[in-house]
């Protein structure tokens, strides 16, 4: 199974200030296809999961401009440009180039 | 829009089975897979399998296989997931997720909670 490790497992932020999360694959995620299938969700506290970004660098419809992807291969980075009160909860990066699909630890953003 | 509507709580003892549904509306039913994703308390997203709503086609984690059967009702627009011989560390909320066009899981159902406990 493809492991997904995410850094760092939590992210204590003031609002206003920028933040970023790190998303290491054990294989790379490029697929033949030219399609790096590396995603990112949002878990807020007490709800299901949301997604946020596709193909690591997509937003997915409705999520704010403030939120980015980047990288490619075996690593990759979701950033938040200015971090908001709604931001808080459990982000996942998640792969699905092969089965069984996997996702990283979850890292937890609080707000200071 | 798209919605995915799960049946409620269930309380098991060991041994025995579940089966939690998932009924889809705001979209064609047939035109995506429905994906069983569940998370044990306080812990992470764990993938649990995929299955075609067009054909029935299905892949379970391998770790599963054998408890997990997933189907789909497609006169009511409806995936289901029953897991066999529960164990105490089934004790989870199980989630049903669309496999979308542009990523899998791009909508989830809001939970079901399975409890197993003698």
């Known amino acids: 199974d493809i492991v997904m490790t995410q850094t760092p497992l939590s992210l204590s932020v003031t609002p206003g200030q920028p933040a970023s999360i790190s998303c290491k694959s054990s294989q790379s995620l490029l697929h033949s296809d030219g399609k790096t299938y590396l995603y990112?969700?949002?878990q807020k506290p007490g709800q299901p999961p949301q997604l946020l970004i596709y193909e690591v660098?997509?937003?997915?419809?409705g999520v704010p401009d403030r939120f980015s992807g980047?990288?490619?291969?075996t690593d990759f980075t979701l950033k938040i440009s200015r971090v908001e009160a709604e931001d808080v909860g459990v982000y996942y990066c998640m792969q699905s180039i092969q089965l069984p699909y996997t996702f990283g630890q979850g890292t937890k953003l609080e707000i200071k | 829009q798209v919605q995915?509507?799960?049946s409620g709580a269930e309380v098991k003892k060991p041994g025995a089975s579940v089966k939690v549904s998932c009924k889809?509306?705001?979209?064609?039913?047939?035109s995506y897979g429905i994906s069983w994703v569940r998370q044990?308390?306080?812990?992470?997203?764990e993938w649990m399998g995929w299955i075609s709503a067009y054909n029935g086609n299905t892949n379970y984690a391998q770790?599963?296989?054998?408890r997990v059967t997933m189907t789909t009702d497609t006169s009511t627009s409806t995936a289901y997931m029953e897991l066999r011989s529960l164990r105490s560390d089934d004790t989870a909320v199980y989630y049903c997720a669309r496999d979308g066009s542009v990523a899998p899981f791009d909508y989830w159902g809001q939970g079901t909670l399975v409890t197993v406990s003698s």
């Open chain 1, 57 to 61: 660098s997509n937003r997915f419809s």
């Open chain 2, 63 to 66: 770790k599963l296989q054998g």
């Open chain 2, 40 to 45: 044990a308390p306080g812990q992470g997203l």
């Open chain 2, 4 to 6: 995915l509507v799960q």
């Open chain 1, 40 to 42: 990112w969700y949002l």
């Open chain 1, 70 to 73: 980047s990288g490619s291969g």
């Open chain 2, 24 to 30: 889809a509306s705001g979209y064609t039913f047939t």
